[in-house]
């Protein structure tokens, strides 16, 4: 597996590798204790917590010829600009990421609403 950076310098890609095997997975995201990593085609993506300024659900609407389906990603955002955008499954799983990012790096703007504020 190829590990790209999505900003900052590479980082020693064995430490990478056995960070990603011990991060908790939903789908194709992973976090680990000092990293988010993202699998894209035949490469692992990854960002420092530390690098990350905020984390969002973004849900826009996917229509076909019969309905019109919600789809939602997570964004990323380091120093204000947009730097990925990652398609989840389903709403309980991109809210349960977003607390999980909130419990490993506080100091991330998950601008996430709990169910009693959203209603």
Same mark, same amino acid.
């Given at each position: 597996?190829?590990?790209?950076?999505?900003?900052?310098?590479e980082?020693?890609?064995?430490?990478?590798? $056995?960070?990603?095997? $011990?991060?908790? +997975?939903? @789908?194709?995201?992973?976090?680990?204790?000092?990293?988010? *990593?993202?699998?894209? *085609?035949?490469?692992? *993506?990854?960002?420092?917590?530390?690098?990350?300024?905020?984390?969002?659900?973004?849900?826009?609407?996917?229509?076909?010829?019969k309905? $019109?389906?919600?789809?939602?990603?997570?964004?990323?955002?380091?120093? @204000?600009?947009?730097?990925?955008?990652? @398609?989840?499954s389903?709403?309980?799983?991109?809210?349960?990421?977003?607390?999980?990012?909130?419990?490993?790096?506080?100091?991330?703007?998950?601008?996430? +609403?709990?169910?009693?504020?959203?209603?």
């Amino acid at each position: 597996m190829r590990y790209k950076s999505l900003i900052g310098k590479e980082e020693d890609r064995d430490v990478l590798k $056995s960070e990603d095997e $011990s991060a908790q +997975k939903y @789908g194709i995201i992973g976090l680990s204790e000092r990293h988010l *990593f993202f699998r894209k *085609f035949f490469k692992t *993506f990854y960002i420092a917590y530390d690098d990350l300024n905020a984390v969002f659900r973004r849900v826009y609407m996917v229509s076909n010829r019969k309905a $019109s389906l919600p789809a939602e990603t997570l964004v990323l955002v380091s120093n @204000g600009t947009e730097i990925a955008s990652i @398609g989840v499954s389903g709403t309980k799983s991109a809210k349960e990421i977003l607390e999980k990012i909130k419990e490993k790096a506080p100091h991330i703007d998950t601008k996430f +609403k709990g169910e009693s504020e959203a209603k």
